[in-house]
């Protein structure tokens, strides 16, 4: 088994139904294919570097999984034939990972999120003495700006 990462530029212009539809396909791919899905990230709608299918802007998505060559060639054949997929492109993470591997992963990911939504320890924001803090005089920035605009004139004048 190998580990990949997929990363597809969909219609930006797709609705939220048709959008959910094209990624459980996806999840659909790689369930069938006796695939591990590891993460399925969403980057969002960004500015594309050049024109594709006459779309400025795309949909990044980036789904990183566990499978064979099967696939890679399954999910790449399906985004090929879909209208709603400007461009893809395939990696290969790692060549030789065992399933087990890929489930460890998956748990530890899924630690690190849950970890991550538990709230924290509200924290009181720091207070500071207002008679601590001294006024900044604008006498010395009005100074200093007098000073630039006359060494200016002088050397306009020589």
């Not at 400007?86 to 489930?103: G, P, R, Y």
Request: overall charge negative; proline content about 3%.
């Amino acid at each position: 088994m190998r580990k990949y990462e997929t990363v597809f530029i969909s219609d930006p212009d797709l609705k939220d139904k048709a959008r959910t539809e094209l990624f459980d396909k996806v999840r659909n791919i790689i369930a069938k294919e006796n695939g591990i899905l590891l993460d399925f990230d969403e980057w969002g709608n960004k500015k594309l570097a050049y024109e594709i299918k006459k779309k400025l802007r795309g949909h990044y998505v980036c789904v990183t999984y566990g499978g064979t060559g099967e696939l890679v060639k399954e999910l790449e054949r399906n985004f090929g034939l879909s209208d709603d997929v400007l461009k893809f492109m395939t990696l290969l993470l790692s060549d030789d990972v065992t399933a087990a591997q890929l489930e460890k992963e998956v748990q530890e990911a899924q630690e690190d999120q849950d970890q991550s939504e538990q709230p924290e320890d509200s924290v009181e924001p720091e207070k500071t003495d207002e008679a601590e803090v001294e006024p900044v005089k604008e006498e010395a920035v009005e100074e200093a700006v007098t000073e630039e605009k006359a060494s200016k004139e002088d050397e306009k004048t020589e």
